[in-house]
């Protein structure tokens, strides 16, 4: 019997590699797709081109804030992945309005619909940024939530809303908090991406303070194999974190992206710290390992590289995205 899921920003960078990996040779098979995606800035067809004409795949553009919509599409569903998100630090700090409309009403309308739907299973992709900042160690499940950003404030407000409809409801809700995400089809304002594609132009990047905040970073290969193991085998209720294994300083992490675009140091522009910067993230994946046997498996050097090298053979998929955006909204914030 085929599982009708529906993905919310399945268009975008995370959502559309989970569609994908899961319509992909080695996917499960019996699994049907529906994409909802509004398709602003960062949402790109062309980041499912390889699905488009999938007999299991089809794709509606609307907004998750849209009531009509969600509800008739919740009652043709068995589960949900949900993706859709603002998600840029820097946009949120500039305004973080559309961040509380999309990520906190947004969630709401979805899980609300899911509810008076009987949806099965409704998967909510969160973040690591909700607890904040720690200087040493990692985060459980368990640690308060501190969000420091409006944007990890609007993860946090949904992660607590939806697990609501857990809790009041008995909806059967499954968080996941992922640490920083890395690879190709990233659109290129987030850190890995805006370097990569500003060095290949023989351009500078920018560098936050002193470059010392580490960051864990997660391969889209091993976070969609984390998502899919709490999909299938995940506790209603429960929340994992999805890890990478890899922590980097900024500062190390720009050393690795001059090296592998063939630039030096000169590149670097040392700009003034993000507001409220914090200054490490790390997640404790000892429950998602223990229960459902994740591991990440990509090295990051292997991942870093190949993700370099997709960037330098799809500049038509990256240019006209960079050109739109800044015509749309202006030149991206620096990073991350």
Partial sequence: MTTRVLVTGGAGFIGSHYVRTVLG?????????????????????ANLDEVRAHPRFSFVQGDICDPGLVGKLMAEHDQVVHFAAESHVDRSIDGGAEFVCTNVVGTHTLVDAAHRAGIRVFVHISTDEVYGSIDEGSWPESHPLQPNSPYSSSKAS?????LSYHRTHGLDVRVTRCSNNYGHHHFPEKLIPLFVTNLLDGGTVPLYGDGRNVRDWLHIDDHVQGIELVRTKGRAGEIYNIGGGTELSNEELTAMLLAACGATWDSVVRVE??????????????????????????SFAEGLAETVQWYRDHRRWWEPLRAAAAAEVGPPPPVE
């Fill in 158 to 162: 949904s992660d607590l809303i939806a």
């Fill in 273 to 298: 710290d993000r507001k409220g910067h914090d200054r490490r993230y790390a997640v404790d994946c000892t429950k998602i390992r223990e229960e459902l046997g994740y591991t990440p498996r990509r």
């Fill in 25 to 45: 040779p080695g996917g499960p098979g019996d699994v049907s797709i529906t994409v909802l995606d509004k398709l602003t800035y960062a949402g790109n067809l």
